[in-house]
């Protein structure tokens, strides 16, 4: 069976609730046990540092997510289990995919763009208050996810582009570097979506998030959690009257930590007018059942940060088995070679200048189809269904004479020649890679 290779980074820089255990902790574990899976799970601190500057919160963050995972049962020697700062050759990476990452591309990512957006409003200078660092972060991402060869990376919807510019990234690397010697480097790496794993609501009804203040912590003590639960803000219907289950929170986090049965049996008594109280209660006995026992491994690890230490470093030896050699293979690739070697200069069969190139192909149904790759060997653009090549090359040979002044891009729609729909631009390329591409195909053959 084929390895399928899944990575999940961890920022370190809050205290483990109750909405990451459901949403992120506890499928991922399960994820793990599955049979040709490899999961990698890594502490991203380096990311911690753009958000938190208390060295103190980063090392209490790092220590409580690590004991987190570990009391919910991931098992170190069946996985990867690693802090991101014990790989030296992560930052490395990041420096060699910095200098192919196209910094408009960057200049495009959501966490930038919003920093920017706020900054206009607020007639600030776009980068006030926007450190490298933020401007940085997918390129950060995208190492960590090149280095291990990662063929899925779960994420929410937030994170889907920094995944898919990891792919641009590398990319890049593979055409650049990899080409002319034979090789592709970086496993182009897929973003799977999670739209059905758990959100939970928090305090207030609304998302469980920290950005909300709204969370319960995963490890709170009993009685803290008890009091936290008797918080959650609920209508003021009384003993006795009916209550709705949709849009309440008690229900819902209920669900989360329950079977199917269980929790029709709790929506029945939602209809047979249950107390808030006793619904409180009930959830409250339903989720320290779980936790419990998680609580105590948890509560035991905290008291020994050693141990947790030498797991993480242990971890840090096995990843680096995959990202010391790698590394060794992508800095001779780019010219960071001992000077023993023999210099091969390569022969003057003058570098020829890379030019986008349109390849036509049939898709899975059979139908005929082209892509648009730029110069830099990512794929820019894919044309819709075709019955024959003859059509799909009649279409090629009109874009490429129109020229960008020929196509339209309708936002959301796709893109058209004189007023047909011909195909779409592939994610992260924007219209202007497009014009871009199409402006050097008309000058050569201008
Ligand atoms: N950006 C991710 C988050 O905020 C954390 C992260 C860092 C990550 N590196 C990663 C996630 C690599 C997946 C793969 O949640």
């Given at each position: ?124 200078d776009d980068d006030a208050g926007v450190s ?16 291990f060869q990662a063929h899925s990376v779960p ?105 199917r049965y269980d929790a029709e049996q709790f ?180």
């Amino acid at each position: 069976m084929p390895v399928t290779r899944v990575l999940t980074g961890i920022t370190t820089s809050g205290t483990p609730h109750l909405g990451n255990y459901a949403g992120a902790i506890r499928p991922a574990i399960a994820a793990s046990l599955r049979p040709g899976v490899e999961s990698f799970y890594f502490l991203a601190d380096y990311h911690a540092l753009i958000k938190v500057q208390d060295p103190a919160r980063v090392q209490r963050s790092t220590l409580e997510i690590a004991a987190s995972w570990l009391a919910c049962g991931l098992q170190p020697d069946k996985v990867w289990f690693y802090r991101q700062s014990d790989i030296p050759e992560i930052p490395e990476l990041t420096w060699l995919l910095t200098c192919v990452a196209g910094k408009g591309l960057l200049n495009r990512a959501h966490a930038y763009k919003a920093a920017v957006d706020r900054n206009r409003e607020a007639g600030e200078d776009d980068d006030a208050g926007v450190s490298a660092g933020l401007f940085m972060y997918p390129v950060l991402m995208a190492a960590d996810i090149l280095m291990f060869q990662a063929h899925s990376v779960p994420v929410g919807r937030d994170q889907v582009q920094h995944i898919e510019m990891a792919r641009d990234f590398g990319a890049r690397f593979n055409h650049l570097y990899g080409e002319p010697v034979g090789k592709s480097f970086f496993v182009l790496p897929e973003a799977a979506i999670e739209d059905n794993v758990a959100t939970l609501p928090g305090l207030d009804g609304r998302k469980m998030s920290k950005s909300y203040d709204n969370t319960i912590p995963l490890f709170a003590p009993r009685a803290e959690l008890r009091k936290l639960i008797f918080s959650i803000v609920t209508d003021s219907r009384a003993p006795g009257v009916a209550k709705d289950t949709k849009g309440s929170a008690i229900f819902e986090l209920y669900r989360a930590f329950s079977t199917r049965y269980d929790a029709e049996q709790f929506a029945r008594a939602f209809e047979e007018g249950i107390s808030w109280g006793e619904a409180k209660e009930a959830l409250f006995e339903r989720i320290d059942a779980e936790v419990a026992p998680m609580r105590e491994k948890y509560e035991a690890l905290m008291a020994k940060p050693i141990e947790i230490e030498a797991i993480l470093r242990e971890g840090a030896i096995k990843a680096r088995k995959i990202a010391t050699p790698l590394m060794a293979e992508l800095r001779h690739a780019v010219g960071l070679r001992d000077l023993r070697e023999q210099v091969v200069v390569a022969k003057a069969a003058k570098a020829k200048v890379a030019m986008p190139q349109f390849k036509q192909y049939r898709d899975d149904a059979g139908r005929f189809r082209f892509k648009l790759i730029d110069e830099s060997g990512v794929e820019i653009l894919e044309s819709i269904q075709f019955a024959s090549p003859r059509d799909a090359g009649g279409v090629i040979a009109k874009i490429r004479s129109e020229g960008p002044a020929g196509i339209e891009h309708k936002e959301g729609v796709g893109l058209f020649l004189e007023n047909q729909l011909f195909g779409n631009l592939v994610a992260p390329a924007g219209v202007d890679r497009l014009s871009k591409a199409l402006q050097l195909l008309a000058e050569e053959g201008a």
